[in-house]
């Protein structure tokens, strides 16, 4: 018969280790709790581009407006990244050998597409239409941050299921005139504003699973 | 817990002193007065080069960025404080996704959504108008196109399943040389110098040496190419063979009329409907779906009269499955039963002398049994009291002579110009196929033939096999094929070349009635193939023919832009729809009849006979390597994945075959072992066997004897011969017992016992409700009474009042006709994965929708009966009530939500549903059979090419997780939203679910049922409406319209009328 016998010095922290042991679910569980939060590891999501594109630049200092360039986005779920052809409007124009808009005019002749990377990307189960939030007086700013002053363009919200139906339960602060979606400093003028926007619009953001999941 | 390491000290500090005005952060923003201590990406803490760049930008801007302000992020460093495990959980992200916009965006294209296009499919000749959906230029749904008369909105399995053969990694991709063993990959700049030699040789004696070997096609750009290849070559012969193709029809008219005609019948103007081993509303049979809308138009009970169709067939058919009366009469009688209706009703009907004589009522043996006379007898009386009001259709099998006396009954009743049109085919032969191919064959073994272009087509596969065409095709001294897949022609000719498929072709074609519609191309050939345009355009001396102008210069009178887009954009071009004819009807004679015609029913060992017909999925073999065709049960059998001999149970009895059997047919010296299958209601003496399976050169999915995949089911094509072509005499057939595997059928083959039998029988009136129309007219509240039941109360207080939308769906148990149409449509909506065999056999077959089959009386006589069975959407769902983590939830619209991704595998909803409509991912099979999800990245070009097909829209479901139909619920957001954009009402029919657009006979209708006006709510009220085990108090929002027939009373057992009288007291 052989006990396992625990060496002599083992008692010497036997009180360290009841600590250890009643510490250690509560570190491990923050840890996840935080660390796997979608505060911790979406927001901030910074990703290099392929192209240094500054919407600080284009849509803060020049005043572009969002839907010049992202102009699916009142009709379609996507609010589309533009075609080269797009960023040719100007560009065959303005700054027209600089070498960071290489890859867009070599996309442009080529027709090879450039490789952006997604900074707001839901996972593929979740289907978040644009166009139904656009047109109903959501602004880009509630869920894209201030991207009037990106250098490049971060995540600024969770935009977890739970940060989402937070707004779908109670859509009055976020709400605008759909004038001022793409106003990124527009707030709203009084407290009531958002009771008589829902109430005049009817206003009534669903909640079943079905809206996003299909 | 670590501090900050000393390495990233030292790069912080790194940072700090680079910073300068231009870096140097400034906080700016609402309220935030965040310090800039910590990095803001990993790029910045490991110092990349590109960061380093960015930090000495080119201009100086005044805003630099402003760290997020998250407090998740500085709380959670607060407390760790190890900046490595940030690192790590930090990478503790997904894959990196990437967008890659289009360079140049064409006008109105909008990323992320479908575009419909307009464009149309032949098969056997007869184009169907279609709309291909494109979304983000790859086509991945087709529908049908409204305006086209042979769709009527319509698309057949065949149609829906095109996309997947579309994106098949099997499909070759390159030109091949040399045949058999000598083959090797090779290039179109080598085809095209070959072919240099072969044309320049041909051309000295005028091309005496070149044959053409077609399939059958209405196109008449390819009608101009092949003029002018002739024109070229004024010695070579073009030769049309279809495998599927009768000459029964085109011999018929020749013999009736003098001259080839095409028959339209308007079923919704006909009374009473007699076919003769005819399936009509299927869609191989010519305007199939739009015959199966008008015919089932004229069934509706609430109209006050309904038609009366009656089948005299060898077989259960889909007509026969809707029809009110069936007669199960051997194939090669039916010429007899011809003669007899046309003596009979030529006797009372005073036709025109120039008609000819009558046939005389035939002595034959069949003809003495009592039910048989009764029911001829009842269908020529019925015929004769509604002239002009009738349709009388030969099968497409049956022999020039039926056909001929057919044409005589329409005349004589008088439906021509009423129910039954002609138009002139001016498109046929002066021969039939077979006798076309008979000669090249000839020609071949005889050393004349040089060169031989084979466009499209399998020959050396479906080719009678006393022809050895394989063996022939070998001995031209060069041999092309055009093909989609490298298939056994293509083994055996000198040269394959890669076809486009229809979706990436240019052309046209032309309806059964001659309306034009132009084929346009949805995508660009994945496989740099072309289509039989380009080819024959080169072999007429088109140097580098380019489809759209050879498609435009066939069409003067679209040149015009105007008129081309228009067409374009219809994808029908009115005014091309031929003339209505008036032929004649000539004398024709005495029909002469021999021995088998005048036999008795069944037939012995020996003297049985053998139907080949077409399969209803894989047509003639060539969607063998389909594996959403493969996988659907077929509509009578649901056998999947496998073919089978059809036999009747008395004959089987007599024969000691006993159900799913392994057994030996012989035809001649020829002879197959394929499973047996015991029919119900299949004519005793006559075996059926579906022609295409047993491909051994289809690819992966239908058989690959190369690489040592089995092929699927029999190949029929063995059996048969130039005699015999369509139905063999003189079959025997000897049974091995049990068949070793396992047999693949969704709906259960074997009996199940007596009692088991006998509770099948006494519970089904009361799922698939039927009754007449007399006991409809008598009490039309008759359906509902079929089942009692105790006051429904329910457990729950009374769920929430749904003030928006209310999502219902009616389905019409007389119109559905059992195609299966619905089914593909949508398994090709939803991503819904494919099985194999061994999985349908274990009962996991993962289609969404499923249509099932009852029989109905005796097993010699039986009656057919359809219910297609979708997720119910149960009100009260008892799946939504038990599941563990909330996975499927009711939306406030009447839906039962699927949340996959919250799905843990428990499959207890599946377990409690009583409809049985759940299926679960037991296996990964969307990454097994297509090699790539969203998680694992792949750069095999095969799987790229196969995860085309999949609808964006729609949920890839991975292992471990439910699913169902979900009422198409993306379609039905995506028209909510558009609506709601533009602040307008959504119109009824706007939704319109996968199945109910495909639907034929639109059987399947879905709308809001708060809306007063909408179709499903009417549909909802009528008498006729019931749900599905509505006793359970499940308040399905799916309801079913009973069926109701219209039997003839003089065919109606005496009992049947002492049941309604006792109704009528009860």
Known sequence: ?214 | MSSISDKSKKRLSVLSNASDASTAPVSVGVGDTSKPTYWKSLAELEQSPEFLELAAREFAAPLDQEPPNSPGRRRFMQIMGASMSLAGLDACRWREDKILPLSRRPEGTIPGSSRYFATAMELNGNAVGLYASSYDGRPIKIEGNPAHPDSLGAAAAFHQATVLGLYDPDRSSSVVSGAGAARKASSWNEFGKALGEILSALRTSAGAGLRVLAERSSSPSLAEQKRRLLAAFPQAKWVTFEPTASDGPRAGSVLAFGKAYRSHYAFDAAKVVVTLDADVVHPTFPAGLANARTLTKNRLPEAGEMSRVYAIESCVTLTGGISDHRLAVKATLIKSVAAYLDAVVSAKANPLPEFGAAQDKPAAEFLKDAKVAKFLDSVAADLLANIGRSVVVAGQHQPAQVHALVHRLNAVLGNVGRTVSYTEDTGAEAESDLAALKSLTEELNGGKVEALLILGGNPVFTAPADLAFGDALAKAKSSIHLSLYEDETSLRSSWHLPAAHYLESWGDALSWNGTLSIVQPLIAPLHGGKSALEIVAEFAGTPEPKPLDLVRAGHPELTAEHAWRRALASGVVDGTAAAHAEPKLQALGKVALVEPELGALGGANGKLELVFSVDPKIFDGRYANNAWLQELPESMTKLTWDNAVMISPRTAKELGVNDADSITVSVGNRQITLLALIAPGHADGSLRITLGHGRTAAGHVGGLVSESIDPVGANAYALRSAEGYEIATGVSVQSHGTVSYRVSSTQDIYTVGEIGQQGTQERLPALVREGTLEEFKHDPKFVEEIVEHNPLLSLWVPPVSYDGHKWGMSIDLNKCIGCSACVTACQAENNIPVVGKENVAKGREMLWLRVDRYYKGEPEDAEVSFQPIPCQQCENAPCEQVCPVGATMHSSEGLNDMVYNRCIGTRYCSNNCPYKVRRFNYFNYNLDTIGVTPYTPTDDPKAKVKAMVFNPEVTVRSRGVMEKCTFCVQRIQNVKIKAKNVKRPIEDGEIKTACQQTCPTGAIVFGDLNDGKAQVTGLQRLPRSYALLGELNNKPRVQYLARIKNPNPALTPAEAHAEASKSEHG
């Not at chain 1, 052989?2 to 510490?23: D, M």
């Not at chain 1, 189960?125 to 941050?145: D, M």
């Not at chain 1, 602060?173 to 504003?193: C, G, K, S």
């Open chain 1, 1 to 214: 018969m052989n006990l396992f016998v625990f060496p002599r010095w083992a008692n010497k922290t036997r009180q360290i280790a009841g600590v250890v042991l009643g510490v250690a679910p509560i570190y491990l569980i923050a840890l996840i709790w935080y660390g796997a939060s979608p505060k911790t590891t979406d927001v901030g999501y910074m990703p290099e581009q392929p192209v240094p594109y500054s919407h600080a630049l284009h849509a803060g200092q020049l005043g572009i407006d969002c839907r010049y360039c992202h102009n699916t986005v009142e009709d379609s779920s996507h609010a589309a990244i533009p075609p080269a052809q797009t960023c040719m409007n100007c560009h065959s124009k303005v700054w027209t050998t600089s070498p960071k808009l290489a890859p867009i005019r070599e996309s442009y002749q080529t027709g090879r597409a450039v490789e952006w990377v997604k900074v707001h990307d839901l996972p593929d189960y979740a289907y978040f239409n644009h166009s139904a939030h656009v047109t109903r007086g959501i602004g880009c700013v509630s869920c894209h941050g201030r991207v009037d002053q990106m250098e490049k363009v971060y995540q600024h919200e969770p935009l977890s299921m739970g940060w989402c139906l937070d707004c779908h339960r109670n859509p009055e602060p976020n709400l605008r005139p759909v004038e001022e979606v793409t106003n990124m400093t527009w707030a709203q003028p009084n407290p009531e504003f958002g009771k008589e926007f829902r109430e005049k619009n009817h206003i009534a953001p669903p909640t079943d699973c079905s809206t996003c999941h299909r």
